[in-house]
């Protein structure tokens, strides 16, 4: 039996890939830790965290219990985006940490995209505060536009920019019009949810995607959205490198340092943990 146990939580989490990284990167490291999938219903995570004995070191958060999670935030950013996906005991205490953000932006890093200028996040969910932080971070200067179906929630959308992170932003609800007009597209929706965009767009006369497609969604992968970037020879980056690296950082926390601490042998780490989701 493992003498320490950590699971990613959320619903539905059947078809998380998050253990089959996590045990990819803990045989490597010769940790003697599970890491399980469980499913854990909105309104109920901190009811099933004091269920757990002191074998409990961490907690990978997906929806819907990422904003819960932030009951336990342990720095200013978890409070500022009302969402937190890491949790780490710290003696008989929890604390929460976002490791999206870490997660975007080292994706974006990796893709070597040169000079960004323009951004379109599309969707307005917890991923795409996220995705605003990490846009902040690498490109603070580039023109930043929110795309999403409805007017009120892209209005909230664009104040929260203005007032967390000083960034003016345009919106727009003519998201297939948002994927042809930037030099990075960053898609937040569920898996499927763009692909009718990303086709409308391809059979537009006027205008066609330009720039690089950053899709959070990677399951189905390649999605049909990045399979018409690839048709255009445009740069595509997966979700997987996201999910990735938020792990990274996750495991970092896990292991007792810190977000920007490597860990040991740490590229070995990530081939094996590349090698589980099928990035080699």
Request: aromatic content about 8%; proline content about 3%; overall charge neutral.
């Amino acid at each position: 039996m493992a003498d320490k146990h950590l699971a990613v939580v959320g619903s539905p989490i059947a078809q998380s890939k998050s253990p089959a990284i996590h045990s990819a990167a803990y045989r490597v490291l010769k940790n003697d830790w599970d890491y399980s999938a469980i499913e854990v219903g909105k309104g109920s995570l901190v009811h099933w965290l004091s269920s757990l004995d002191s074998s409990w070191i961490g907690v990978s958060v997906t929806a819907p219990l990422k904003e819960e999670a932030t009951t336990f935030a342990a720095t200013d950013l978890e409070k500022t985006l009302g969402s937190a996906n890491t949790l780490v005991r710290s003696g008989h205490e929890w604390l929460a940490y976002n490791t999206d953000v870490f997660g975007i932006v080292q994706a974006l890093r990796n893709a070597e995209l040169g000079d960004v200028k323009s951004v379109a996040i599309i969707g307005s969910g917890a991923t795409a505060k996220s995705a605003l932080a990490a846009v902040a971070a690498e490109y603070p200067n580039a023109k930043l536009t929110f795309a999403a179906r409805r007017e009120d929630v892209l209005t909230k959308l664009a104040n929260f920019a203005l007032h967390a992170f000083k960034f003016e932003a345009k919106t727009t609800t003519n998201i297939a019009g948002a994927l042809c007009g930037s030099d990075l597209v960053i898609s937040t929706l569920p898996a499927g949810a763009l692909d009718e965009y990303a086709v409308k767009a391809r059979k537009s006369l006027l205008r066609k995607p330009r720039g690089a497609l950053f899709d959070v969604a990677y399951n189905p992968w390649p999605s049909l959205a990045a399979k018409i970037w690839a048709e255009r020879k445009l740069p595509v980056v997966s979700g997987l490198e996201m999910l990735l690296w938020q792990a990274v950082a996750q495991i970092r926390l896990f292991s007792g340092g810190s977000v920007d601490h490597e860990l040991f042998n740490e590229l070995a780490v990530i081939h094996a943990m590349r090698d589980s989701v099928g990035l080699l």
